[in-house]
């Protein structure tokens, strides 16, 4: 669920007059089909910011978007959008400015995801000498170039206004490791574990 103040409605702006506020300002969100691009977005909206949604998955995205305009009552632009094409981020940012839209908040929110899963033992990819090479550069080429690409066409007209805010989210396991010993499997030798202490 996205930040409401108790007593709040979904089709209030409980961020109104506060200095929380984000009214006249437009944010844009990478990755919002997903979950936490989906709650970025009604942050956002709920902090008065007209938001435009983005994603590479035109289907998920119709239906996040719908999902947020339900739940906040507010206008939301939907606009496919690979981060990782600097043509594409280019043309999205002129069609918003055709449509009178600028952005000064960048949620870069786009990332891989890749989801474990348990075969009954450790996958191909749960080894690092088992990572395949093009994955790891899928992942850096969305959640790195990708954010680089989306400040580098948002950001100027941030700077020439004098307002703007550029988001990067990332994993807090960016910033920590948690005690790899909390994601032993029980049942597997030492040396076929896939996290060492």
Not at 7 to 19: D, E, V
Not at 35 to 50: D, F, K, M, Y
Request: hydrophobic share 45%; aromatic share 4%; with cysteine.
């Amino acid at each position: 669920m996205g930040c409401i103040r108790p007593g709040a409605s979904r089709m209030s702006k409980p961020f109104a007059n506060t200095s929380f506020s984000l009214e006249g300002r437009t944010a844009l969100v990478t990755g919002a089909a997903g979950l936490l691009g989906r709650e970025h977005s009604i942050a956002l909206a709920e902090a008065g910011a007209q938001v435009v949604m983005t994603d590479k998955n035109a289907v998920e995205l119709e239906s996040a978007a719908l999902d947020v305009r339900e739940r906040t009552g507010a206008q939301i632009v939907a606009m496919p959008l690979d981060v990782t094409d600097a043509g594409a981020i280019k043309a999205v940012r002129r069609a918003l400015e055709e449509q009178g839209i600028t952005v000064t908040r960048l949620v870069n929110n786009a990332a891989i995801d890749p989801k474990v899963k348990d075969v009954g033992g450790l996958g191909a990819s749960d080894r690092l000498e088992n990572f395949d090479p093009l994955q790891w550069e899928l992942e850096v080429r969305v959640g790195l170039t990708g954010a680089i690409l989306c400040a580098s066409e948002f950001g100027p007209a941030m700077a020439r206004a004098g307002d703007g805010v550029i988001l990067n989210i990332a994993s807090d396991l960016s910033v920590f490791s948690p005690d790899q010993r909390l994601y032993r499997r029980e049942g597997i030798a030492e040396e076929a574990q896939s996290v060492k202490p």
